[in-house]
């Protein structure tokens, strides 16, 4: 037999509110064609001798009429849509005429050829319908299709529906008409998770974050400027295999780069461990360097290799998906770590790792490994090595394994901060192309748990060797972040978690920060034996808002002495008579809340090293008479305590 040929069909989305539909017909089709009409919120009127108990009740309840009686051609006066739903082939062919007499769009449900319209199975999620329609060939399937459609969107979807309908308000109320488009198309692309987390003051904070980024991106020369791009990476197969994938993300949208392959310390010194090099950005520097000197335009890093605060004239233009971020387990002869025996050797060059794995089994004997990845499991086939533990992101994206090669928990070997993201860097006066990368490569739910993790690390004031682990994940919104620092010997792991709703950055960086500020209290300094770097400085942070401030706390946490005032009366009364080392600005306001105490402070040496957040709070500070020394790279929490804590430690204060 030919299979049925389906119709072309034209799909609509018809608005029927306080519309007139009549059905025609009492049974079981009709009454599931009632409610989806009643859904709809038209106004239904049902014709049939009889009705099953679903539809006398809706009657009962008001919310349709029933006509106990048969079909009448004038029972269609005034209608909108038609629908015959009898089991009666010749009534429901009389409704498709009187119908047709009154030019109505009319359903046959017997006989779909001989209708205008079929209605298709529909599954709803807030403001948000999918619609599936098999053009009469499989009816089954479409059931089947709106089975998984029930599955695959859950209520996250409408909830992120109706936080872009918001948007699409104060869209136009705030963006100029030539530009909603784009505004509303990049936040449609922000993750699922974010989008659904949105309050309608959250709404209103994207909104602006988008336009700015758009007008950032408008005032950018012409798109000759990234014609020829040049990405510095490091030489080894996983460096390249993820500067491809970035690059090839990039060109896509039309961003065509080469590669400037560059050997970094960390690199060329394989029989060192990475203690003894200087842990800190040491497969970075190089590539840095290439930016600085113009012979590369970004570059391309696993995230984990990011010291905790990049240099003050670099910034991360994007972050973007994550791999899996767990530690693996490799071995040739045993299952698991478990199955080592006592005395067995196992290599790895991170400190955390070799804490961690030492708090577990202190019987091991944790050696120095260093190389690429094939070149570790070259050793470890090689019989150097019982085991070794390698980022299984790295595995993956190479397509390599042991024998045995088996995931970590997390919660017990904490991945460390940013494992598994990839990260590209520029100029921190690149916004341009930074905003374009970010637009095109960048992840929200990564960033935000990425922000956490090295939020989290800046505060324990560790580098990206520290014995310092930190994983976050976003779930519906709220930011779970899990932590473990540890001494060198793993004879205590000091452990910690903690969540909050995080839509932006600065959430997830102030989760990060509540954490490790926590775990320092909990003896977590005592076990990295850090120091305070900002011990011995006194600032001034003014206040232009009742809330606790998120900024005092973060640098507090690195020893600094923080005076917070709402006025000038309560600076002078908080210093008693002395100079702070450093003015924090975070806004306009703030310079306005101190402008007396300014004024006196200007005939009073030494001037203080004045910081500010961003163009608004930096020219109220210049015309106060206090030109800021360092501002921000972009106007946020964590970016302001970043920048300050880098300025007062590469370059002192007066």
């Given at each position: 037999m030919r299979a049925a040929k389906a119709r072309n069909v034209y799909p609509i989305a018809l608005d029927l509110r306080g519309r007139a539909v009549v059905i025609a017909g009492g049974g079981t089709v009709a009454a599931r064609k009632a409610r989806g009409l009643l859904d709809a919120g038209a106004r239904v009127t049902v014709v049939a001798p009889d009705a099953t108990s679903v539809l006398r009740e809706a009657a009962a309840n008001g919310e349709l009429t029933l006509v106990l009686r048969p079909f009448e051609p004038a029972d269609l006066d005034g209608a909108t849509l038609a629908f015959a739903a009898t089991n009666d082939a010749a009534v429901n062919a009389a409704v498709v005429a009187a119908a047709r007499a009154r030019n109505l769009l009319v359903d046959d449900a017997s006989e779909g050829a001989r209708g205008d319209f079929a209605t298709a199975l529909a599954h709803r999620v807030g403001p948000l319908t999918f619609a599936v329609d098999t053009g009469g060939v499989s009816p089954s399937f479409a059931i089947r299709l709106q089975r998984e459609l029930r599955e695959r969107f859950d209520e996250r979807y409408g909830r992120a529906a109706?936080?872009?309908?918001?948007?699409?308000?104060?869209?136009?109320?705030?963006?100029?008409?030539?530009?909603?488009?784009?505004?509303?198309?990049?936040?449609?692309?922000?993750?699922?998770?974010?989008?659904?987390?949105?309050?309608?003051?959250?709404?209103?904070?994207?909104?602006?974050?988008?336009?700015?980024?758009?007008?950032?991106?408008?005032?950018?020369?012409?798109?000759?400027?990234?014609?020829?791009?040049?990405?510095?990476?490091?030489?080894?197969?996983?460096?390249?295999?993820?500067?491809?994938?970035?690059m090839s993300e990039l060109a896509k949208r039309g961003l065509v780069s080469t590669v400037l392959q560059i050997s970094t310390k960390g690199d060329r010194q394989l029989d060192r461990s990475l203690v003894e090099l200087g842990t800190d950005g040491i497969f970075v520097k190089e590539l840095e360097r290439a930016l600085r000197e113009r012979r590369a335009d970004y570059a391309v890093h696993s995230c984990k290799d990011l010291p905790s605060r990049l240099a003050a004239d670099m910034r991360l233009a994007a972050i973007g998906p994550r791999a899996d971020a767990r530690d693996a387990f490799c071995s040739e002869r045993y299952a698991s770590l478990e199955d080592l025996p006592e005395g067995a050797v196992v290599g790895t060059s991170s400190p955390r790792r070799r804490a961690l794995l030492l708090s577990l089994r202190p019987d091991l004997r944790c050696e120095t490994i260093r190389g690429n990845v094939d070149t570790r499991l070259r050793k470890l086939r090689d019989g150097e090595f019982d085991a070794i533990v390698l980022a299984l992101a790295g595995l993956q994206r190479l397509e390599l394994r042991a024998t045995h090669t088996v995931p970590f928990d997390p919660a017990v070997m904490v991945p460390a901060v940013a494992q598994g993201a990839l990260a590209v860097e520029v100029r921190a006066g690149?916004?341009?192309?930074?905003?374009?990368?970010?637009?095109?490569?960048?992840?929200?739910?990564?960033?935000?748990?990425?922000?956490?993790?090295?939020?989290?690390?800046?505060?324990?004031?560790?580098?990206?060797?520290?014995?310092?682990?930190?994983?976050?994940?976003?779930?519906?919104?709220?930011?779970?972040?899990?932590?473990?620092?540890?001494?060198?010997?793993?004879?205590?792991?000091?452990?910690?978690?903690?969540?909050?709703?995080?839509?932006?950055?600065?959430?997830?960086?102030?989760?990060?920060?509540?954490?490790?500020?926590?775990?320092?209290?909990?003896?977590?300094?005592?076990?990295?034996?850090?120091?305070?770097?900002?011990?011995?400085?006194?600032?001034?942070?003014?206040?232009?808002?009742?809330?606790?401030?998120?900024?005092?706390?973060?640098?507090?946490?690195?020893?600094?002495?923080?005076?917070?005032?709402?006025?000038?009366?309560?600076?002078?009364?908080?210093?008693?008579?002395?100079?702070?080392h450093a003015l924090l600005f975070p806004s306009s306001g703030s310079v306005k809340a101190i402008a007396s105490y300014l004024a006196a402070l200007r005939e009073r040496p030494p001037r203080p090293m004045v910081a500010a957040m961003g163009e608004a709070s930096s020219a109220a500070a210049r015309e106060a008479g206090f030109p800021p020394d360092v501002v921000a790279s972009d106007a946020s929490i964590g970016a302001f305590v970043q920048t300050v804590t880098h300025y007062v430690m590469t370059r002192g204060d007066n």
């Open positions: 109706t936080a872009l309908g918001r948007a699409r308000e104060y869209v136009k109320a705030v963006v100029p008409p030539e530009q909603r488009g784009a505004v509303m198309g990049a936040l449609a692309e922000r993750h699922l998770d974010v989008l659904a987390a949105l309050d309608p003051g959250a709404v209103e904070n994207e909104v602006d974050a988008a336009y700015a980024a758009l007008e950032r991106k408008d005032q950018a020369p012409h798109d000759a400027t990234f014609a020829h791009l040049v990405c510095a990476t490091r030489a080894s197969a996983l460096a390249m295999w993820q500067t491809r994938h970035v690149d916004t341009s192309l930074a905003a374009r990368i970010h637009a095109i490569f960048a992840d929200a739910a990564t960033e935000l748990a990425v922000s956490a993790e090295r939020a989290f690390l800046r505060t324990l004031h560790g580098g990206c060797q520290a014995p310092v682990g930190a994983y976050a994940t976003l779930q519906d919104g709220v930011l779970h972040i899990t932590a473990a620092i540890a001494p060198p010997d793993g004879a205590f792991v000091l452990r910690g978690t903690d969540s909050a709703e995080a839509a932006t950055t600065d959430e997830a960086e102030e989760l990060g920060m509540r954490l490790g500020e926590r775990l320092i209290a909990e003896g977590g300094a005592e076990l990295l034996g850090t120091t305070t770097p900002l011990a011995g400085h006194l600032f001034l942070l003014p206040r232009t808002q009742e809330r606790p401030s998120r900024i005092a706390p973060a640098l507090r946490g690195a020893g600094a002495e923080v005076v917070e005032a709402s006025d000038s009366d309560d600076a002078l009364l908080a210093l008693g008579g002395r100079v702070p």
